[in-house]
């Protein structure tokens, strides 16, 4: 069975950090392309950051810098550690695969809400 299981979402300040991770079972996770995707409230789901399966990155402009995506595949895991966090990056956070044509069944994913 197909799993994807974000977590490490939180209240934070502005300036602060998190570190997100999402476990994923059920699939040949080395040979995915993964992302994160944030979805804020009245808005489309957006792509922010993807590891490729050879470990290549690339973000979204508004997070470059800011944000590292990594992965282990002997433990199946994405994570995303995100510093300088900004009220505009409060959102819910989904793991997934990188490309539209991969999309496994999505997961609950993880609120992360920068305020003070």
């Known amino acids: 069975q197909v799993q994807l299981v974000e977590s490490g979402g939180g209240l934070v300040q502005p300036g602060g950090s998190l570190r997100l991770s999402c476990v994923a079972s059920g699939i040949g996770f080395s040979g995915y392309a993964m992302g994160w995707y944030r979805q804020a409230p009245g808005k489309q789901r957006e792509l922010v950051a993807v590891?490729?399966?050879?470990?290549?990155?690339t973000y979204v402009n508004s997070v470059q810098g800011r944000f590292t995506i990594s992965r282990d595949n002997a433990k199946n895991t994405v994570t995303l550690q995100m510093n300088s966090l900004k009220p505009e990056d409060t959102a819910v956070y989904y793991c997934n695969a990188g490309s539209s044509s991969r999309w496994l069944n999505w997961g609950q994913g993880t609120q992360v809400t920068v305020s003070s």
């Open positions: 590891v490729g399966s050879g470990g290549t990155r």
